[in-house]
Nanobody
Framework: VQLQASGGGLVQAGGSLSLSCVFSGDTFSTYAVGWFRQAPGKDREFVAVNGRSERNTFYADSVKGRFAISRDNAKNTVYLQKNSLKLEDTAIYYC??????????????WGQGTLVTVSS
């Protein structure tokens, strides 16, 4: 299994950014896909996860109402739409495939990460 994350960049606070994660190497629809982030000097933390159906979607409290995760099984892709970005959203964002979980340790497959920088 391989994951390719993209879409990071520099954005002003209050702005929006969309990340994509393309999955390959197995049957995409059988995996949950999560987004995690890691800021400098901090542990990797859960952001959002989308299970094998749209009903199984969960968010960290810090992004609830601002971020939206979705998947397109026909394109083997998961998206993370980020709105109302804050300075504290600055981090490297990683996508991961595995069982439905908010714990990074539960995921066996990881993308390479994409940097999101929010400026004031």
């Amino acid at each position: 299994v391989q994951l390719q994350a993209s879409g990071g960049g520099l954005v002003q606070a209050g702005g929006s950014l969309s990340l994509s994660c393309v999955f390959s190497g197995d049957t995409f629809s059988t995996y949950a896909v999560g987004w995690f982030r890691q800021a400098p000097g901090k542990d990797r933390e859960f952001v959002a996860v989308n299970g094998r159906s749209e009903r199984n979607t969960f968010y960290a409290d810090s992004v609830k109402g601002r971020f939206a995760i979705s998947r397109d099984n026909a394109k083997n892709t998961v998206y993370l739409q980020k709105n109302s970005l804050k300075l504290e959203d600055t981090a490297i964002y990683y996508c991961a495939a595995g069982p439905m979980s908010k714990s990074p340790g539960a995921y066996a497959y990881w993308g390479q990460g994409t940097l999101v920088t929010v400026s004031s």
